[in-house]
């Protein structure tokens, strides 16, 4: 059951496929709306979101937010193409954690970073 960022459009940023403890898996259908040019380049920025949809994901507490990354765009993501984003957790301390992720097309390494999150008491607005 998915405990975060319910509100995510998933046109966008992914469908969950699978999450436990952990660990998630997002699909992300790319779409004409995502295209940055004439030869359907899509737009990192879809890429970024899903692989930081999942990372939450993986966390899965309702208060997670993103405090930094480092991540590397490996090869093109193209319109038409579905993009599938693992994360793991790879370190936890309390309220911080490192996400592992990885996203692939078919079986191309297409994206990977390193997630940090924090959970914060109370929502990051109130």
Not at 6 to 14: A, T
Not at 25 to 35: A, D, N
């Amino acid at each position: 059951m998915v405990n975060t960022h319910l509100k995510i459009d998933s046109k966008f940023s992914g469908v969950v496929v699978e999450n436990k403890k952990g660990y998630a898996k997002i699909k992300l259908t790319t779409t004409k709306e995502m295209v940055a040019d004439e030869f359907g380049l899509i737009h990192g920025g879809f890429t970024f979101s899903a692989a930081d949809y999942s990372a939450m994901v993986a966390v899965n507490e309702p208060n997670v937010v993103l405090v930094g990354a480092e991540v590397k765009f490996l090869a093109p993501i193209k319109v038409g193409d579905i993009a599938t984003f693992e994360a793991n957790i790879i370190e936890q301390n309390g309220a911080k954690a490192k996400v592992d992720v990885v996203g692939k097309v078919e079986d191309k390494e297409v994206f990977r970073g390193v997630f940090k999150t924090y959970v914060t008491k109370e929502h990051i607005l109130s």
